[in-house]
């Protein structure tokens, strides 16, 4: 932010600490798939003197995306932490993974940083989806800064960029969103594009230039001030508007010349309070170079610019019962109070929780509380328990440098927490605690998964709880209806990775299959039958004879059970043994297998034997009454239907209306949510839309939303309906 020529006083190979908040700096990189997030994390550790060349740490690994499965997809596909240092202040990168699938990893990027980088491809443009996150940020007032990446693309163009990102993010206010320094163009090649080898200061009004492999500085030519003229005013008296000095702007427009220091110091103030965004130039480093375009003037930005952590709100803590507790404040010496952002298994170390601390100061053998509630319905147990913290280290690519405690503000990973998953909080054994928790988005592919062989069947159960351990978008659910084991994830990528990871971390293979959604089976209409279980065939005989009437009621009725005997034709002891077969009967299905709801059962009339009745025999006689009847009637399919609300940019709306009738689908009503976004609620059958996570991506753009819930179940019509009787009957 000083715009002045830095070097870094750190060494390759040391992990930074900090001794106190304010030298703390927690940031996270945000853009979609593709954009150069890994890679301006890559040169803003060489550029700081963390690694000695581009992307390589001392054991020749790559720094943020390590994992073999980042390799083989080549795309970041997890949250990693890179911690850098420069000028005595720790910054701790968070890189986030771009594509949609893995928005979990996003969110808990969120969750433990205090300032956002959006980075954004001049090749590419700025996608849907990163408006969005941008508005998350927003809402709960984050600093926010945009980086241009790819600026070596032959369709490049820096001002084009910045006029889109002011248009994008800038709203109502397009001089929120402006540059701080201008790219200077060397020579044009043999294709007619100019490279880009230095940055002009708007402010300072001098020449960085890159163009040797190291950052030098200059004045600017007689050519090049006239430039940056117009851009300079505009930032100046962006940066004025701002200010907390309302006469600022008088002495301004005066005509009178604002000292420097005055400018950066109201820019600073500005862009911690997340009121200005400036946007900066990155590329990589040339081969053999130290210092990449543009790394110097963000690394300055980020410690001159973006709040310490004791500058942002902590989250909400109550206590594990829910009794609110005092607002945490930033002191290593408070309570303690940190949070499990990510959780990851390590196959040397075992399982490594990535912590957030919030207040107070973590230590290895320090015994903690570990609470974890509500994501029971996500296949995530309530908890309470005591752990002691093994290790507390630092992440450096693959390796793991060890760290003798976490102070507040600070993000550390602890190793060997059996209980802890990700979300939990970690407190003091006599004090615990339980922050609130970040919002995290349902996962709505379905995947129905079973074991390749027995020996992948031991395995599964608890290879499947340690993979929903660490990813709370992922949801697990033993269907008892369709007899599945669904993994729900939040679209293909997804659940590619999760499956990869049963397999090379948990040594699970498992094989997937259709998905299947639970229908019901009901009475077309009213139907008799009798039930005639008699047998005399040496020992205890058995005798029961039952007759029932059966009839439809409206949906969401359940089975009622209605007793009209008279006379004692059924004994009163033996009426509860026909319900109960009548019941487990409808359970099991009468025509396709699937249970049977809504209808009335009435008891008429029956026949029993002194000696030979029984509880058993009754029972029987009451599944093979509700058996005949069902023979004197036609049976009909229910579907569940699930009330879908869809959330997407006024320009998708009519793709969604008209995919979702095409869908079988009702639409119920569209509303205005937002500014130039609409919400679209409709009634759907679930059989329809067990892709549409996939679908509604493609549809949109990546910029669609949608949720789910059961509404009810309704006929399925007849043709469709005995399409699944024969597929059903093929498959059995």
Not at 32 to 38: E, I, V, W
Not at 598 to 608: E, P, Q
Request: proline share 6%.
């Amino acid at each position: 932010m000083s715009e002045k020529s830095s070097t870094n006083p750190g060494a390759a190979g040391r992990a930074p600490a900090a001794d106190r908040p304010a030298a703390l700096r927690n940031v996270v990189l945000v853009g979609h798939s593709g954009s150069g997030k890994t890679t301006l994390v890559e040169a803003l550790a060489l550029a700081s003197g963390a690694v000695n060349r581009a992307g390589r740490v001392e054991d020749g690994g790559c720094l943020s995306d390590y994992d073999e499965i980042e390799h083989r997809q080549q795309r970041s596909v997890q949250l990693s932490l890179v911690p850098v240092d420069w000028g005595g202040i720790k910054i701790n990168l968070l890189d986030t993974p771009g594509y949609a699938d893995f928005v979990g990893e996003l969110r808990a990027g969120l969750r433990a940083a205090d300032a956002a980088l959006f980075v954004v491809s001049a090749a590419d443009g700025v996608a849907g989806a990163t408006r969005m996150v941008w508005d998350e940020c927003a809402a709960v007032g984050m600093p926010r800064a945009l980086v241009v990446t790819h600026l070596e693309a032959a369709r490049a163009d820096f001002d084009e960029m910045t006029r889109r990102c002011a248009v994008t993010f800038g709203g109502d206010d397009l001089d929120a969103v402006l540059p701080l320094y201008l790219p200077l163009y060397g020579p044009a090649g043999a294709d007619g594009h100019a490279p880009v080898n230095g940055l002009i200061g708007l402010l300072s009004q001098r020449v960085f230039d890159y163009s040797s492999g190291e950052r030098t500085e200059r004045a600017p030519t007689d050519e090049e001030l006239p430039l940056i003229e117009a851009a300079r005013n505009r930032l100046i008296e962006g940066i004025i508007a701002e200010s907390e000095d309302e006469s600022l702007m008088d002495r301004y427009l005066a005509g009178e010349e604002i000292e420097l220091k005055t400018l950066v110091g109201d820019l600073e103030t500005a862009v911690a309070r997340g009121s200005f965004h400036p946007v900066l130039a990155a590329a990589p480093a040339t081969e053999g170079a130290r210092q990449g375009l543009g790394t110097v003037e963000l690394l300055e930005l980020i410690t001159g610019g973006f709040p310490t952590p004791a500058e942002r709100e902590a989250p909400a803590v109550t206590s594990p019962d829910g009794a609110p507790r005092p607002g945490l404040g930033c002191d290593p010496e408070g309570p303690l109070a940190a949070e499990v952002v990510k959780t990851s298994s390590d196959p040397y170390v075992g399982r490594l929780s990535l912590v957030r601390v919030f207040s107070g100061t973590l230590r290895p053998d320090d015994t903690v509380h570990v609470s974890g509630h509500g994501l029971e319905d996500r296949g995530h147990e309530d908890h309470d328990v005591d752990e002691r913290v093994s290790a507390l280290s630092a992440p450096f690519g693959k390796q793991q440098r060890p760290l003798t405690r976490a102070i507040a503000g600070d993000l550390a990973c602890v190793a060997k927490l059996t209980r802890a998953e990700t979300g939990d909080t970690l407190s003091g054994k006599d004090a615990p605690l339980l922050m609130e928790p970040w919002a995290m988005p349902d996962p709505l592919l379905p995947v129905a998964i079973r074991a390749h062989s027995k020996a992948d069947e031991d395995k599964l159960s608890q290879g499947l709880a340690r993979l929903v351990a660490e990813d709370p978008t992922m949801c697990l659910e033993h269907n008892q209806d369709t007899r599945q084991v669904v993994l729900w994830c939040m679209g293909e990528a997804h659940a590619d990775v999760a499956l990869e990871r049963l397999r090379s971390r948990y040594g699970v293979q498992v094989d997937t299959v259709d998905h299947r959604v639970a229908l019901r089976e009901t009475f077309g209409g009213p139907a008799a039958g009798r039930g005639r279980h008699v047998k005399q065939s040496g020992g205890h005989g058995q005798f029961a004879i039952c007759e029932i009437q059966v009839e439809p009621l409206p949906g969401g009725s359940g089975i009622e059970f209605v007793d009209k005997v008279v006379g004692g034709a059924v004994p009163r002891q033996f009426i509860p043994s026909v319900e109960k077969g009548v019941r487990a009967q409808a359970a099991r299905g009468i025509a396709t297998g699937h249970p049977l709801v809504d209808v009335r059962v009435t008891l008429l009339d029956g026949k029993s034997h002194s000696v030979d009745s029984s509880d058993a025999a009754f029972q029987t006689a009451g599944a093979l009454a509700l058996r005949e009847a069902a023979a004197q009637t036609t049976i009909d399919l229910l579907e569940p239907v699930a009330e879908v609300r869809v959330l997407v940019p006024d320009e998708y709306v009519g793709p969604v209306l008209s995919d979702l009738s095409g869908r079988r689908g009702r639409v119920v009503g569209t509303e205005q949510s937002g500014f130039g976004r609409t919400l679209v609620r409709a009634e759907v059958p679930e059989i329809e839309i067990g892709r549409y996570a996939v679908d509604l991506r493609s549809l949109s753009h990546g910029t669609g939303r949608f949720g789910r819930g059961y509404l009810r179940h309704e006929p399925m019509p007849g043709q469709l309906a005995a399409r699944m009787r024969a597929e059903e009957t093929v498959t059995a």
